[in-house]
């Protein structure tokens, strides 16, 4: 999935998703189609992996925007599915890395706002070469022994901003990669989770 040339025509695009448990296999937003600066997602209803861990075992991101500006998203909940990818790990077999659940990678002006990520299969939302993200209100759980599953991660970015956020996970609560400048943290409850390193 792709921004498409619609989001091109208007100056601002709303994206609104009501209520109800949506299956999304994958997506992912850039490249020269989003050109519009002023994108709003907006969730009611609950995104949902595929049970089958291997579907996003080896894709890296489950929902990934690369190269975008002005995007914000407001509530819902992404249900990363990552018990059985994990009970995988936990006995020596071949399984796949997993994927992170929402990812942004050289963006700029962005808004994360109410939303909720559970049992992702890896970190649950990662910034990576961004620039002015405000994220507010985040809830992220996954359970204490859950393997890899940094609640946020930031990494080659700056004037990142993490607020009134509750993070329960089995990793760090909030990783900080090489090259993070400017990082604001305020009233971060963290636990289960290692802490934020």
Request: hydrophobic letters at 35%; a positive charge.
């Amino acid at each position: 999935m792709d921004c498409g040339l619609w989001l091109r025509r208007s100056r601002h695009t709303t994206i609104y998703m009501p209520k109800g448990r949506y299956l999304l296999n994958h997506a992912v937003f850039g490249g020269n189609y989003c050109k519009n600066t002023h994108i709003t997602i907006r969730i009611e209803g609950t995104l949902v992996a595929p049970s089958d861990y291997r579907v996003l075992g080896n894709a890296g991101n489950w929902l990934s925007f690369e190269g975008v500006n002005g995007v914000s998203i407001y509530g819902g909940t992404l249900d990363g599915k990552g018990t059985a990818l994990w009970a995988c790990k936990a006995a020596p077999r071949n399984c796949p890395d997993g994927a992170t659940s929402l990812s942004f990678t050289n963006s700029k002006n962005i808004v994360i706002n109410g939303l909720t990520s559970l049992n992702s299969q890896m970190f649950h939302i990662v910034i990576n070469g961004c620039r002015n993200v405000n994220m507010r209100g985040v809830k992220i759980t996954a359970p204490g022994d859950s393997p890899n599953t940094d609640g946020i991660h930031v990494q080659l970015s700056t004037a990142v901003m993490i607020m009134s956020t509750g993070i329960k996970t089995g990793d760090d609560c909030i990783s900080i990669g090489p090259g993070t400048r400017t990082l604001w943290m305020d009233q971060v409850a963290c636990g289960p989770g290692h802490g934020i390193r």
